[in-house]
């Protein structure tokens, strides 16, 4: 009697964890329905590599943008170094934006 409430209760457990797990990951409620313990057991555990899968997707289509953005970042920052000291060698101003137009070409050319 009493191995039979615990089982109950594990597989309350259970099925809480796949309500809570479907909810969260929204991957649809009621249209795939598992019938046992162990198709619950599956469906959760089949939903956690899928997201694991999607994180790691993301996390890797994040890091190129963010590589992407740190060249772009660089070239900037150097731009402005260039730009210190054309002024500091009073550089004319006509000259100074041909030659910040230049690298500006060079930048969208070579990227």
Request: with cysteine; net charge positive; glycine share 4%.
């Amino acid at each position: 009697s009493n191995l039979k409430i615990e089982a109950t209760l594990f597989e309350s457990y259970i099925q809480s964890l796949y309500w809570a797990y479907i909810t969260m990951i929204t991957t649809g409620f009621g249209d795939i329905v598992p019938l046992t313990i162990q198709e619950t057991v599956w469906c959760i555990f089949s939903m956690l590599v899928g997201v694991f899968i999607t994180a790691l997707t993301i996390a890797n289509l994040q890091q190129l943008v963010t590589s992407l953005d740190a060249s772009r970042l660089r070239f900037q920052r150097e731009m402005e170094i260039m730009k210190k000291f054309l002024r500091y060698r009073l550089v004319p101003a006509g000259l100074q934006k041909r030659i910040a137009t230049f690298f500006d070409h060079q930048w969208d050319v070579l990227k």
